[in-house]
C-alpha cells in the first residue's frame, strides 16, 4: 500500500493540531471567564431563593390588594421614583415585584441616584416593603455583566464575539483530532494514570469528545447575541417584523425593554420596533369605557391566558402597556408560552400581539434554547449546567497542563507543534479554516492575520521560527 495517504493524513494532523493550540491559546482565558461566570449565575438562583426567602416568600392572609394599590405602597416609600414594571406574584405565597428608577434626592431609600434600577418586593396582601436590591449589584448582576461584556463595553462584548467564534473552531479541530481512528474506542473511556502527560492528554481527550456537542449548542447560541454576527448577520434576519398597522412609529425598538446588561426581551423581537400609542388602529383589547390602568391591564392579562408575565408602563406619551412572558426574564419555562403584547395608553386597543407560535424557527429555537442555557428547565437541567461549566474548566485546565508538560526541557513557555514541513498542507490547512470561520466575520478577520504572522512573518525569520518551533 502506498504511504502516500497516511503522510499527506498526518501532514494535515499537525496543520491541525497547530490551529488547535492557536485557537486553545486565545479561548482559554475566555472560556475559564464564561463558565465561572456562568456557574455563578446558575448556583445564584437556588442561593438566592433561600437568602431571600424572606422577601420572595409572604403568607396568605385573604383577598390580595389590587396591583394599583401595591404600587402606590411602593409609591409611597419612594416618592421621587418612577414605576417602570410591575410582575404580579407567581403563587399565592409568593410576593409582587416593582421595578422603579430612582430619582436624584432618592439616596436616603434606595441608596442609589441618577437612572439606576431598584426591584421592590411588596406583599400582596399588607402592600408592606420587604425589600429591595438593584439588580445590576447582586452577584447575577455582576456575573452576567461579565459574561456578556468582561465589564469592557462594546470592546469586551467583540472579544467575546472573537473567542465564541473560535470556540467553534476549537470544538471543530478538537474533534478531528480525538476522534478514534482504527476502531480505537479507548479515548471514550480514557486510561488516567498518575500526573503524566499521558493522563492529562487522555483526560482531556474524554471530556472534549463527550462535552464537544453542548460546548458548540452553548458557544452558537452565545454568539446569536453578539454585535456583529448575532446582531448584523442573524438577528436582524429573524426579527419579527412591527405591527401591520399605521401609527406614529416610535423610534424605540423592543431592547429598550431590557434593563440594562439583564437580557429580558426575547431574541427574536430585540430588533423589533415598538408600536405607539395614539393611532385609531388596533385590535379589540380592554373594553371601551373601562379605565386603562394597571389593574385593567392585569385582569386583560389574566382572561387571555397569561400566567407567569411582568407589565412595563408606558414611558411617554407615545408609549405603550407591555404585557410580557419570555422565557428570557424567567416567566415562564415552556417557550411554547412567549408572548409579547402591547396596549394603546389611552385606547387599551391591542397594538402588537407577538406569541411564540409566530415566531419564524430560528426565534423559536432561542427561544427553547434559552431555558435550557439558563438551567431553567428544572434540577436536573440545573445540575447538568452546572456540571458542563465543570467540564469545560476541566478542559481548559487539562490543556493548559498538558502543554506546558509537553515542553522542551528548560523552557518556560508553551510550545506550538512543530509547522508541517510541507507548506501546501499547511495553505490547505489554513484556508479551510478560514472558509469554516467565514460565518464569523471577526474570527475570519482574526484568523487570517494569524495565518499571515505564522507562515508569512514566523516561518520566514529566522529568530521567530526558533523561539516558536
Not at 433 to 457: E, H, K, R
Amino acid at each position: 500500500m502506498s504511504t502516500g495517504p497516511l503522510r499527506e493524513t498526518r501532514r494535515f494532523y499537525l496543520a491541525a493540531w497547530r490551529w488547535h493550540f492557536y485557537a486553545g491559546l486565545f479561548v482559554v482565558p475566555f472560556l475559564l471567564v464564561l463558565a465561572a461566570t456562568g456557574l455563578v449565575m446558575l448556583l445564584s438562583q437556588p442561593i438566592d431563593a433561600v437568602r431571600h426567602r424572606d422577601w420572595l416568600r409572604v403568607a396568605p392572609a385573604g383577598t390580595p390588594l389590587s396591583p394599583e394599590e401595591q404600587v402606590r405602597r411602593v409609591a409611597a416609600a419612594y416618592p421621587e421614583a418612577t414605576v417602570a414594571m410591575y410582575i404580579p406574584p407567581p403563587e399565592p405565597d409568593r410576593s409582587a415585584q416593582v421595578s422603579i428608577v430612582p430619582g436624584h434626592g432618592a439616596g436616603g431609600h434606595t441608596g442609589h441616584g441618577g437612572e439606576a434600577s431598584l426591584t421592590v418586593y411588596v406583599d400582596p396582601y399588607s402592600g408592606s416593603v420587604l425589600g429591595s436590591q438593584d439588580p445590576l449589584r447582586t452577584a447575577y448582576g455582576w456575573a452576567n455583566a461579565v459574561h456578556g461584556t468582561l465589564l469592557m463595553g462594546t470592546f469586551g462584548e467583540l472579544l467575546i464575539e472573537v473567542a465564541a467564534g473560535f470556540g467553534v473552531l476549537l470544538v471543530a479541530t478538537g474533534l478531528f483530532l480525538w476522534w478514534p481512528r482504527d476502531g480505537e474506542r479507548a479515548v471514550f473511556r480514557p486510561k488516567v494514570r498518575g500526573r503524566r502527560r499521558l493522563g492529562w492528554r487522555a483526560l482531556h481527550a474524554a471530556v472534549g469528545i463527550w462535552s464537544s456537542g453542548i460546548l458548540a449548542f452553548f458557544l452558537l447560541s452565545g454568539l446569536a447575541w453578539t454585535l456583529i454576527w448575532g446582531g448584523r448577520l442573524v438577528q436582524g434576519f429573524n426579527s419579527l417584523p412591527p405591527a401591520q398597522m399605521e401609527s406614529p412609529g416610535a423610534a424605540l425598538t423592543h431592547e429598550s425593554l431590557n434593563h440594562g446588561p439583564l437580557r429580558q426581551v426575547p431574541w427574536v423581537l430585540e430588533q423589533t420596533r415598538m408600536p405607539s400609542s395614539g393611532t385609531l388602529h388596533g385590535l379589540d383589547g380592554i373594553p371601551e369605557g373601562m379605565p386603562v390602568s394597571l389593574n385593567t391591564v392585569v385582569a386583560f392579562a389574566r382572561d387571555n391566558g397569561f400566567t407567569g408575565y411582568r407589565v412595563n408602563f408606558p414611558r411617554d406619551s407615545l408609549g405603550v402597556w407591555t404585557v410580557a412572558a419570555a422565557t428570557m426574564s424567567k416567566d415562564v419555562a415552556d417557550p411554547r408560552r412567549d408572548r409579547t403584547l402591547h396596549l394603546d395608553q389611552y385606547t387599551g386597543r391591542v397594538l402588537a400581539d407577538y406569541p411564540f407560535a409566530e415566531y419564524p424557527w430560528m426565534g423559536k429555537a432561542m427561544a427553547a434554547g434559552i431555558s435550557l442555557h439558563q438551567g431553567n428547565l428544572g434540577p436536573v437541567n440545573l445540575v447538568a449546567n452546572v456540571l458542563f461549566c465543570l467540564a469545560v474548566i476541566a478542559l481548559c485546565v487539562s490543556g493548559v497542563v498538558m502543554w506546558w508538560m509537553r515542553r522542551p526541557a528548560g523552557v518556560r513557555r508553551l510550545v506550538p507543534p512543530p509547522m508541517p514541513k510541507d507548506v501546501r498542507t499547511w495553505r490547505r490547512a489554513a484556508v479551510l479554516m478560514l472558509v469554516i470561520s467565514l460565518a464569523f466575520p471577526l474570527v475570519a478577520l482574526t484568523l487570517a492575520v494569524v495565518a499571515l504572522l505564522d507562515f508569512g512573518i514566523i516561518s520566514r525569520v529566522p529568530a521567530l521560527r526558533t523561539v516558536l518551533k
